[in-house]
T-cell receptor, first 113, second 111 residues
């Protein structure tokens, strides 16, 4: 158990809908990262937040957005969902904002029908 | 970030050492080598990292060549639970924290 929690574990929705994925980092960790893993793209970095501020951005679509709240939990919002958004979404956390050990949550499996 | 090259798949007998190679010939002086693994569809798990010295922890050893252009992750006594995809990643310590995962090596530990 990494100490990072993600909810929900599974999510099934329809095209065009909007969903919110939630992540709670390990106690004491200030950075939260979001990754997407699909069958054809592998694990891809989406975005990082550090202590409430956006720190780095990767291949995140404009339809997707994230935020980190004062209690350091984070939410990833996915809107206007398409079939291709079906994937595993992982959240990770680390103590600081530099390149160091990241601890990954168990992921949310999203299926868009 | 430097790119890495890993074999697509490897087999290892249970109880034997698993040696997973990684080439990172374009690595720069301040880039670290990180190893993570992913068991089935679970979240990736940190294993070890290093800059230029060999490193060892309770999970594995990391051997980095003197020119830093390649490294080897060693699982000293592989078990069936070590069957996973192993990712070798290089990255700057001071330049943001994203991990760029490649294809990794699918290690199959066989009885």
């Amino acid at each position: 158990d990494s100490g990072v929690t993600q909810t929900p574990k599974h999510l099934i929705t329809a095209t065009g809908q909007r969903v919110t994925l939630r992540c709670s980092p390990r106690s004491g960790d200030l950075s939260v990262y979001w990754y997407q893993q699909s069958l054809d793209q592998g694990l891809q970095f989406l975005i990082q937040y550090y202590n409430g501020e956006e720190r780095a951005k990767g291949n995140i679509l404009e339809r997707f957005s994230a935020q980190q709240f004062p209690d350091l939990h984070s939410e990833l919002n996915l809107s206007s969902l398409e079939l291709g958004d079906s994937a595993l979404y992982f959240c990770a956390s680390s103590v600081g904002q530099l390149a160091e050990t990241q601890y990954f949550g168990p992921g949310t499996r999203l299926l868009v029908l | 970030d430097a790119k890495t090259t890993q074999p697509t798949s490897m087999d290892c007998a249970e109880g034997r050492a698993a040696n997973l190679p990684c080439n990172h010939s374009t690595i720069s002086g301040n880039e670290y080598v990180y190893w993570y693994r992913q068991i089935h569809s679970q979240g990736p798990q940190y294993i070890i990292h290093g800059l230029k010295n060999n490193e060892t922890n309770e999970m594995a050893s990391l051997i980095i060549t003197e020119d830093r252009k390649s490294s080897t992750l060693i699982l000293p006594h592989a078990t069936l639970r070590d069957t996973a995809v192993y990712y070798c990643i290089v990255g700057h310590y001071n330049a943001g924290n994203m991990l760029t995962f490649g294809g990794g090596t699918r290690l199959m530990v066989k009885p």
